[in-house]
């Protein structure tokens, strides 16, 4: 990493471990006093950059990034938009219930969780970091094409014993008629799809500003896997989060595709889906080996 990365990265380890704070341990206080930290040291470390203080003792500034300002992407700015999405994202319980009061508040809050960020960073900061590209324009690969039918069958091997054994599936609420199942559906597909928009399109985007692609990657996974966590995916879940989270930050720099991640994780969730439907009703959905 370059002299400034490593300045940086501090401030945005302390940003992300808020995740696990608020998400896992469910210590609101430190997850607060941890975006504190986070940014204020961020503000601290722009101060103290040597860009900083050639700029202050009236050099010519580096040469400019587009919309980013004179000295470039401000770290204290893209760790603030990731802090405001983890708190509007804390504002509510993230337990799966499936009542219209829930998938509302599910709704407004994750909703607001990309769209907040997404319009600060457009309309106020004036840059592009944050951004949906929802297609390539290349046609998706044979690999591609087999890592979709390799999701599946992974799936349909692994998840069903992860969520019976080890009793996870008891943190979804029991789906036992046709409407319930049918909110599940439009809930685990809908939460599903928020995942890439916000872990993927602006968490690992803004941090990818700063840091190489395999760190941003990193701190992106630690965000990603503690929302997993209090969702309902406990016990040995993060077996299996933890890579689908850095798995899913190392295709979209590949494929540089929103469909295509949007894609995988919808197949995954399909499969998560049919778990739940089968594990609270057994024999509904024989299509398992558990």
């Known amino acids: 990493m370059t002299a400034a ?7 945005a380890v302390l940003v992300c471990l808020a995740a696990p704070a608020f998400f896992v341990f469910g ?3 430190a997850g ?13 470390v722009e101060r103290s950059s040597p860009a900083a203080m050639r700029v202050a003792a009236g050099a010519q500034p580096e040469r400019p990034h587009p919309g980013d300002g004179n000295r470039g992407p401000s770290l204290t700015r893209d760790l603030g938009l990731i802090a405001i999405g983890l708190l509007i994202v804390h504002a509510i319980p993230l337990a799966a219930e499936l009542d219209n009061l829930a998938m509302l508040r599910f709704t407004l809050a994750l909703g607001g969780a990309v769209a907040v960020p997404y319009v600060i960073s457009r309309f106020v900061f004036r840059h592009r970091a944050i951004s949906f590209p929802w297609r390539a324009h290349r046609r998706w690969t044979r690999l591609q094409w087999g890592w979709l039918v390799a999701v599946l069958v992974l799936g349909w091997l692994i998840l069903p014993f992860y969520f019976i054994t080890s009793g996870v599936y008891l943190n979804w609420p029991v789906v036992d008629t046709p409407d319930l199942i049918a909110r599940l559906f439009v809930g685990v597909g809908a939460v599903g799809i928020w995942d890439e928009l916000f872990f993927i399109c602006t968490v690992f985007a803004l941090l990818r500003r700063h840091f190489p692609d395999s760190v941003a990657n990193v701190l992106q996974a630690i965000v990603f896997v503690s929302f997993l966590w209090e969702l309902g995916y406990r016990a040995w879940g993060p ?8 798995l899913q930050g190392f295709i ?14 919808l197949l995954f969730d399909a499969v998560v889906f049919a778990v739940l439907v089968h594990a609270h009703n057994p024999g509904l ?3 398992f080996l558990v």
Do not use: C, D, K, N
């Not at 077996?239 to 850095?246: D, E, K, Y």
């Open 27 to 29: 210590w609101t206080m």
């Open 5 to 11: 990365a490593w300045r940086s990265l501090a401030p």
């Open 252 to 265: 979209f720099l590949r494929t540089h595709s929103l469909a295509y991640v949007v894609t995988v994780h």
């Open 285 to 287: 959905l024989p299509l």
């Open 239 to 246: 077996v299996l989060t933890i890579p689908f989270a850095l």
């Open 32 to 44: 607060w006093i941890l975006l504190a930290a986070g940014v204020g040291a961020g503000v601290l």
